[in-house]
Nanobody, 123 residues
């Protein structure tokens, strides 16, 4: 089993920044791909960003491209989501996900999910 724990959410004004962290622990091995998703009230969960096991590849949703940056520290098995120029429409619960394989970074096919962290952007 792999445990995934997010942190770093909070309340920020529009135009501000936040950095989310996600630490994976447990039976992590091989190519662990990690991604971020979000779910706003009344909406379906949507993809935000993902990064390959070595950080060589990353992929973003069009809605966050140029504003959000995903990165990882493999020594800590931790992935980060730096969110800049935040907008009220970025308000959502943000979830981190992990899987012990590579593949398509745009897929929703992950095996392990965190509990989520709330991000609220005020106008």
């Amino acid at each position: 089993q792999v445990q995934v724990v997010e942190s770093g959410g909070g309340l920020v004004q529009a135009g501000g920044s936040l950095r989310l962290s996600c630490a994976a622990s447990g039976r992590t091995f091989g190519s662990i791909t990690m991604g971020w998703f979000r779910q706003a009230p009344g909406k379906e969960r949507e993809f935000v960003a993902a990064i390959s096991w070595n950080g060589g590849r990353s992929y973003y949703a069009d809605s966050v491209k140029g504003r959000f940056t995903i990165s990882r520290d493999n020594a800590k098995i931790t992935v980060y989501l730096q969110m800049n120029r935040l907008k009220p429409e970025d308000t959502a619960v943000y979830y981190c996900a992990a899987r012990n394989r590579g593949g398509d970074l745009g897929t929703y096919e992950y095996d392990y999910w965190g509990q989520g962290t709330q991000v609220t952007v005020s106008s």
